[in-house]
Structure formats: structure tokens, C-alpha cells
């Protein structure tokens, strides 16, 4: 059973600092890594996909791949109030199509 | 472009009833997959439609059921509803040989509640 952790609690980061969120999966069969922003009472929405190895980057967000720790990171630059939500990370295998998601993080970001 | 929907928003039901949701996927995409979110939880994965058949399917009991039709809309229907079946469900759409990764995207949910 593949088994996606992110296992630290509420980061409460001031306005303009770095957000920093790690995630591990346990499957390392895993090839393709989302990060979802879930805004409270409302859905996920898809913010980062990483496939590779390395850092991607999209506007203030910066994903971080290790395949060979098993971990993906998502780092937030410049947060703002409006990165308050919870941020969930999702695996899957190339071809299978079944996302596992950990419980996700709770970003909230001081004015 | 429409995104993926969902109905209806909301919904309340009592114990032991049967329960019908609906998703319309995102245009272009032939791929529906349904999760159920608990509060505090990650989704989690249901079972999921593509070419009218199940394809895959997630540690849910038959309660759980589901349909495809051919205009690629979905439906998730629920029998005999538990208190525990109180959740989000979540409709993602994705398209099959979609890049490397098969993006799902997620419709707003249906907020069921049992009591």
C-alpha cells in the first residue's frame, strides 16, 4: 500500500518569508509528484507537477524531487496572506492514475 | 474552458439511505476518478472510470458504486449510507496519455452529510 507522510504541523511563516513543506512516500515505484492547495471548505487545486529529479520551478513556487530519498518538497517564496490553506501532496505510478495524498500541511501566513 | 462539476453542493441524508452524486470532467478529459475526504484527511482514492468501465478501484466496499456514460460524465452512487460515509467527494477529471504524469483535476465536491 503506498504510503505518502507529511508528518510536520502547522507552519506559521510571516509575510515575505519561506515556506518550506516535505513530504515522503514510502512506494518507490512512484513516479509522478503534485503538490494541491486546499483553501478551508473548498477542493484541491493542482499548483506543481514534478516527474524528474531536481528542482521545478513556477512563479514563487519551487518543487523538489529525490527519488532516491523518497522525499518532494514544495517551498514557497515570498508568501503571502493569500498562501494561507493547506497544501497536499500527491504520488502515483506512471500509467496507474491513482492518486495517494498525505493528510497535507497547514500554511498560515502572518501580515 | 469549463472546468470539472460537481452535483449537487450539498446534501444531506439519513442513515441507511442511497445516494446519488454527479461529475461533469473537464473538457478534452475521458478519465473520471472519485475520492472521499474525511475533515483533517487526504483524499482518498474511491475507484476510478475510463471507457465506461472501471478501471481501478480503492479499499471501498460494494456500498460504493459507480458509472461512466458515454459523454464521459460520471456518477457515484452510495447504498445503505453510514454515519462514517459523512465526507467531501471529490470528482478529478484527467485525460489518458496526457503528458507524463496524467494531471487530475478537481471539481468543487459534494458535501454529504448522514445522520
Known amino acids: 500500500q503506498k504510503e505518502v507522510e507529511q508528518n510536520s504541523g502547522p507552519l506559521s511563516v510571516p509575510e515575505g518569508a519561506i515556506a518550506s513543506l516535505n513530504c515522503t512516500y514510502s512506494d518507490r515505484g512512484s513516479q509522478s509528484f503534485f503538490w494541491y492547495r486546499q483553501y478551508s471548505g473548498k477542493s484541491p487545486e493542482l499548483i506543481m507537477s514534478?516527474?524528474?529529479?531536481g528542482d521545478k520551478e513556477d512563479g514563487r513556487f519551487t518543487a523538489q524531487l529525490n527519488k532516491a530519498s523518497q522525499y518532494v518538497s514544495l517551498l514557497i517564496r515570498d508568501s503571502q496572506p493569500s498562501d494561507s490553506a493547506t497544501y497536499l501532496c500527491?504520488?502515483?505510478?506512471?500509467?496507474?492514475?491513482?492518486?495517494?495524498f498525505g493528510k497535507g500541511n497547514q500554511v498560515v501566513v502572518i501580515p | 474552458d469549463a472546468g470539472v462539476t460537481q452535483s449537487p453542493t450539498h446534501l444531506i441524508k439519513t442513515r441507511g439511505q442511497q445516494v446519488t452524486l454527479r461529475c461533469s470532467p473537464k473538457s478534452g478529459h475521458d478519465t473520471v476518478s472519485w475520492y472521499q475526504q474525511a475533515l483533517g484527511q487526504g483524499p482518498q482514492f474511491i475507484f476510478q472510470?475510463?471507457?465506461?468501465?472501471?478501471?481501478q478501484r480503492g479499499n471501498f466496499p460494494d456500498r460504493f458504486s459507480g458509472h461512466q456514460f458515454p459523454n464521459y460524465s460520471s456518477e457515484l452512487n452510495v447504498n445503505a449510507l453510514l454515519l462514517g460515509d459523512s465526507a467531501l467527494y471529490l470528482c478529478?477529471?484527467?485525460?489518458?496519455?496526457?503528458?507524463?504524469?496524467?494531471?487530475?483535476?478537481f471539481g468543487p465536491g459534494t458535501r454529504l452529510t448522514v445522520t
Open positions: 472510470y475510463y471507457e465506461e468501465e472501471e478501471r
Open positions: 514534478i516527474y524528474s529529479n
Open positions: 478529478a477529471s484527467s485525460a489518458t496519455g496526457q503528458g507524463e504524469g496524467h494531471e487530475q483535476y
Open positions: 500527491a504520488v502515483n505510478d506512471y500509467g496507474n492514475n491513482r492518486l495517494a
